[in-house]
């Protein structure tokens, strides 16, 4: 072979990468010696059009699944699981690019200066469309202080967007009240950087429990305009390659032996069962993050049978899922030994 020819035969057997492992070995070099045959014929390298067509079809046989119910059905379902993880995959990676919320230390330094007592308790939580949120809270006995609060949110650069005061008075006693407590409240909101903040203050200001003062804080990182993009990206992403694991495994199954194949089968069954507890899960939270509305006053809210799966069920079924996929695939690639005639002598 010439050089040319090498270089040639070197440029096709690249192009081949488009088409399944299983049908490069069946029928690569049917292929490529049919493409030398036509460049030695004087019709030269294929065009841009005949690479692309060649390309497009290896693409398309990856695609394919063995004409049979089950495999199709397996095919199906693989698409859907990994859909659903895709999708939260997705979101939780266009959440790593929206603002961080605060440090705990950030969190503790501003709820203190705010209410002038020591030690919040602090909380990270995930918003409703999974964003990042932190809940701080404090109480003790202080004093009710609007300026306090307003310097502690300007100097460290928020700003201000509501900043309301009232009074609210509680009677207090059973049948006809003989006391009345009065309180000052403070109800605050302020932006910063991608962020929003949202609290209030409560200070009482008589009774004995005067100087009473409670303060609740929480920020979230604002939803941006790839949060939704991206969830529906990684669905379309996940059901792609689950169904391109489907169709690659299912090929790999049927060239298995007899007592292979009804093992890899058996162990592909088992990884769809497992797999469908988190991809439930992953639904849902899809579910809740494409028909959440973001400017809703409560950023959190509960409603979905997911939320009683306890965590431990989920990462177990996960496990045996991926522990299943993974046995299913080396048994398919297993060969059965032949069996070998004794000779007589």
Known sequence: MTAIGGRDERRYRRLLWAYPS??????????VTTLLDMAEAGHGRPAVGQTLHLVACGIRQRFRVPRRV?????????????GGLGAVTGNWLAWQAAAPVPTSAE????TSAMAGLPWPSL?????????PGFTSTISGTGTYDP?????????????????EESTRVIPVGIGSPDEAISRRVLEFAATKDGLSLHGDTDTVVSSKAYGLTTLLVDVTTDVTGAIRPSTVAGLLLGALGGWLLAAA???????????????????????????AVPAFVAYCEAYQIMGYDEHASNQY??????????MPVVLISTGVAALALVAATLIANRRDEPELTPVSS
């Open 147 to 163: 300026g306090r609060v307003r310097t502690a949110l300007t100097a460290t650069g928020w700003q201000i967007t509501t900043f």
């Open 107 to 110: 969190m503790t330094a501003l």
């Open 22 to 31: 299983g049908y490069r070995r069946r029928h690569g070099a049917e292929i």
């Open 249 to 275: 495994l299912a090929y790999r199954i049927r060239m298995a032996g007899d007592r292979n194949r009804w093992t890899a089968s058996g162990l592909t069954a088992l990884a769809l069962t497992g797999a």
């Open 70 to 82: 089950l495999a199709v059905i397996a095919a199906v379902l693989s698409a859907a699981t990994l």
């Open 301 to 310: 809210f509960e409603y979905s049978i997911s939320e009683t799966i306890p």
């Open 123 to 131: 909380s990270p939580w995930h918003t409703a469309m999974n964003g």
